[in-house]
């Protein structure tokens, strides 16, 4: 209470006489009286506290579907710090302040990463992987630095008032080791574990990293404002490193947006979202077991100790860039930079983090929580995208994997060798097809009969049914399969495609080198492949003899089908251009190899004398020249 002064007081002397001392007397009654009925006053009618989840929303049904804003959903407040009622004074003041006077940083490395801390915010500045680089050689950052400066760095915290986010990311905290302790440069060997804690004026702030010697961190955090928890989210708020587009301008090598993805596995289901479809700020309060932002080489995937308890929140922003990065002044255009907040809704947080590439071994040893609240569930396999071609892609890459560990150590090699191994197991195929070919120039002459016997007909006509059916009896009588010659490319394709999915999802064909080619999964940078490819299939077509086709077609899809594929190399991987090369080299042997045959010859013939009816010039005239 402040000192009260009382002018009538010093006017009396010390034993003043006559009505002087009981007018003191009365004074000081007065006085009394006048403190009595303040302090009264306070302590029957001070404000009631009101509780601290008021601030938080009430969000009880909210799915993917809703994307209603989590920051709009929630009461906000305007100060920079936490707000407290009046008769909370005494509750923040029982909180001693913690944290520190002067930002640092500290490094956590193990074999496989280095992850470098800031007390500020305890978040993460680099999470670099020792095993894996970017296009310029350097150890690949996780952290993309430019998205990361406009939204947020990894592991820092995300609640729904603006204002208490903010004071949790930018507070000093004051950091502890579990064991041994940091070197004088800022240095954590793991195994071990750090804490990093912050407290002032009723806010209490703990986050605890564990590490071990996998690319797996075990985050728990605890936010408590006045004593009780307060929701708050771990979050990776923005993309993944490898995103070197959004490096500026003079830095800038990736050619290509890299495509991002929201994965996740719920109710016992994975599934994954494009970029474009993730919705912005959008709570989901379902069990999930595992969800990630990955591209298409590296993940950051969280895990959470108890999925029923689990809240997520998908954030969706991006940044303009040049739509050709070549060319830095070309028209810009949105990229998406995706990222994940979650956390237990009980406000205290207990999760996994793994943030690394998505090797096939690495990630299918890393398992969600399961029944037994141990880390016995789903394995995080499914982030390797192979899509609905997994049948074929998956054994594929194991094949492919096989012999580059045994024997071929170049992935280049091992695209050549399994291309040669699958093509000679369809070479059956292909002598079926030239049979069937064979047979189909055998009848042509009947075919054509049957069609000059309804080309009156009109196109609408009934009776054109009826030549179809006599044209398939035909088919039948004879022996031949209308749709044999498409066979051997029917069973190509589906192992085209499952090459396309190995090498834009398997990250051991990343970087992976073949003489001129630096990156399997890029383009050929000298168009070698797709001039080849050009090449090769204008001779398989030119020396392939076409069944009953006019001439002036067969020149067209001898020109235009190889155009077709060669310029679609161009954007493909090289590797995906490198296995349909040695596709087309290995037909043209084997289709030389058929022409010298009795097939082939047969074939040939045929061919030759239907030039000539129709020509009406013997090859000797075409041949002689006067």
């Not at 009396?12 to 009925?37: A, E, H, N, Y």
């Not at 010859?601 to 045929?606: F, L, N, R, T």
Request: a positive charge.
């Amino acid at each position: 209470m402040p000192e009260i002064s009382n002018p009538n007081l010093q006017s009396q002397g010390p034993g003043g006489s006559g009505g002087g001392g009981g007018d003191m007397r009365s004074t000081i009654v007065f006085t009394m009286v006048i403190l009595v009925v303040l302090l009264g006053y306070q302590y029957f009618f001070k404000p009631a506290t009101p509780p601290a989840n008021q601030t938080q929303p009430q969000q009880t049904q909210q799915t993917s579907q809703t994307g209603q804003s989590a920051q709009q959903s929630a009461p906000q407040t305007g100060a920079g710090q936490a707000q407290l009622a009046p008769g909370q004074v005494q509750a923040a003041s029982a909180t001693p302040a913690i944290g520190a006077s002067l930002e640092t940083e500290t490094t956590v490395e193990n074999d496989l990463y280095r992850i470098v801390f800031t007390n500020r915010g305890a978040q993460v500045k680099h999470w670099i992987l020792k095993k894996y680089f970017d296009t310029a050689g350097k150890p690949l950052d996780m952290v993309q630095p430019q998205t990361a400066e406009k939204f947020g760095l990894p592991l820092s915290l995300f609640t729904y008032e603006p204002a208490l986010t903010t004071q949790l990311n930018q507070a000093l905290y004051q950091l502890t080791t579990a064991g041994a302790q940091r070197s004088a440069t800022g240095l954590v060997l793991a195994p071990n574990a750090i804490t990093f804690h912050y407290a002032a004026n009723g806010l209490d702030v703990v986050k605890t990293f564990r590490f071990d010697t996998s690319y797996v961190v075990t985050i728990e955090t605890a936010v408590r404002r006045n004593g009780s928890p307060v929701r708050a989210l771990v979050e990776w708020p923005a993309g993944l490193g490898d995103m070197e587009e959004f490096l500026p301008s003079s830095q800038t090598r990736a050619q290509v947006r890299t495509p991002s993805f929201f994965a996740w596995s719920l109710d016992g289901k994975q599934d994954s979202m494009a970029s474009k479809r993730v919705g912005g700020n959008a709570t989901l309060d379902q069990p999930y077991t595992y969800a990630a932002i990955t591209d298409l080489y590296f993940a950051a995937t969280f895990l959470p100790d108890n999925p029923e308890r689990t809240t997520l929140v998908t954030l969706h922003n991006s940044i303009d860039l040049p739509s050709n990065l070549s060319e830095p002044n070309s028209t810009k255009s949105p990229a998406d930079v995706i990222g994940l907040a979650m956390g237990d809704n009980s406000g205290i947080t207990r999760l996994r983090l793994f943030a690394g590439p998505k090797a096939m071994d690495v990630i299918s040893s890393i398992h969600a929580t399961g029944a037994d609240g141990k880390p016995t569930g789903q394995s995080l396999e499914p982030l390797i995208q192979f899509g609905w071609l997994t049948v074929i892609a998956k054994p594929l890459y194991l094949a492919l994997r096989f012999l580059y560990e045994h024997g071929v150590p170049n992935w280049g090699w091992a695209i050549i060798i399994v291309t040669v191994l699958f093509n000679m197991l369809l070479l059956p195929t292909r002598i079926m097809m030239m049979r069937s070919s064979l047979k189909m120039m055998r009848i042509q002459p009947k075919v054509e009969a049957i069609k000059r016997r309804y080309a009156n007909l009109k196109i609408n006509d009934p009776k054109k049914a009826e030549m179809n059916t006599e044209m398939m009896a035909l088919y039948k009588t004879e022996g031949v399969n209308m749709y044999g010659g498409c066979l051997p490319m029917l069973l190509q394709m589906p192992l085209f495609f499952a090459y396309y999915r190995v090498l834009a999802n398997v990250i051991e064909l990343r970087q992976a080198h073949w003489y001129w080619l630096t990156d399997l999964s890029m383009p050929d940078p000298m168009y070698i492949l797709p001039i080849l490819i050009i090449v090769s299939m204008f001779l398989v077509q030119f020396l392939t003899p076409s069944p009953g086709m006019d001439p002036a077609q067969r020149r067209m899809m001898a020109f235009l089908m190889p155009i077709i594929f060669g310029f679609s190399m161009l954007h493909f991987a090289s590797g995906l251009a490198l296995y349909w090369g040695t596709g087309n080299i290995i037909n043209l042997g084997i289709q030389l190899g058929i022409n010298q045959s009795s097939i082939g010859k047969e074939m040939h013939a045929i061919a030759a004398r239907r030039a000539q009816k129709k020509t009406g010039v013997s090859p000797k005239t075409i041949q002689g020249r006067k």
